[in-house]
Antibody
Framework: QVQLQESGPGLVTPSGTLSLTCAVSGDSFSSDNWWSWVRQPPGKGLEWIGE???????NYNPSLKSRVSVSIDKSKNQFSLQLSSLTAADTAVYYC????????????WGQGTTVTVSS | EIVLTQSPGTLSLSPGERATLSCRASQSVSSDFLAWYQQKPGQAPRLLIYGASSRATGIPARFSGSGSGTDFTLTISRLEPEDFALYYC??????????FGQGTKLEIK
């Protein structure tokens, strides 16, 4: 059973950089899956941030591309999100998710971690 | 950029009734690229349907997806109490990017 678990700071300062990690169990980065980050501001809808593959590189939401990086650490079986130049609008629940090779979808999700941008 | 519009915004029904949720795309979308999710308060979204009509593992048969081109539908044949939640559609586009609809809230009447 594949499980994802996000971790990282719950509070970050404006203009700073957010770093989150997603630990993966029950799957490996040698498989032909993509690994994504999605966020959800309080009371609002879902926004895809970006994704990474162990050999195909990374893709990002054009609206965030200048501020975001998604990377994979195969040795630790985890992947990470970095989001820079933070503002209050980046306050959200951040989810990590898997895009499997059998669909263009996100089939397994972490439980989410709440990030607040505030001084 | 393809925009997904879900309707209605809120759907009020009773247990046992049939629910029909709509997701309309601003441009034609391949059926392979359309999925549906259920989200309950404080929980991550759960994949229901992928490829417009394929049920994900463990999803009850009362959930079904259909549609093509710009119009897609999620149908719940007979509502159970646990089905009242938020529902989102998701589409994949090229260059690689996922876009969600704004959601439909299914509430108990």
């Amino acid at each position: 059973q594949v499980q994802l678990q996000e971790s990282g700071p719950g509070l970050v300062t404006p203009s700073g950089t957010l770093s989150l990690t997603c630990a993966v169990s029950g799957d490996s980065f040698s498989s032909d899956n993509w690994w994504s980050w999605v966020r959800q501001p309080p009371g609002k809808g879902l926004e895809w941030i970006g994704e990474s593959h162990h050999s195909e590189g990374s893709n990002y939401n054009p609206s965030l591309k200048s501020r975001v990086s998604v990377s994979i650490d195969k040795s630790k079986n985890q992947f990470s999100l970095q989001l820079s130049s933070l503002t209050a609008a980046d306050t959200a629940v951040y989810y990590c998710a898997r895009s499997p090779n059998f669909c263009y979808c996100l089939d397994v999700w972490g439980q989410g971690t709440t990030v607040t941008v505030s001084s | 950029e393809i925009v997904l519009t879900q309707s209605p915004g809120t759907l009020s029904l009773s247990p046992g009734e049939r629910a029909t949720l709509s997701c309309r795309a601003s441009q034609s979308v391949s059926s392979d690229f359309l999925a549906w999710y259920q989200q309950k308060p404080g929980q991550a979204p759960r994949l229901l349907i992928y490829g417009a009509s394929s049920r994900a593992t463990g999803i009850p048969a009362r959930f079904s997806g259909s549609g093509s081109g710009t119009d897609f539908t999620l149908t719940i044949s007979r509502l159970e109490p646990e089905d009242f939640a938020l529902y989102y559609c998701l589409q994949y586009d090229r260059p690689p990017k996922y876009t969600f609809g704004q959601g439909t809230k299914l509430e108990i009447k």
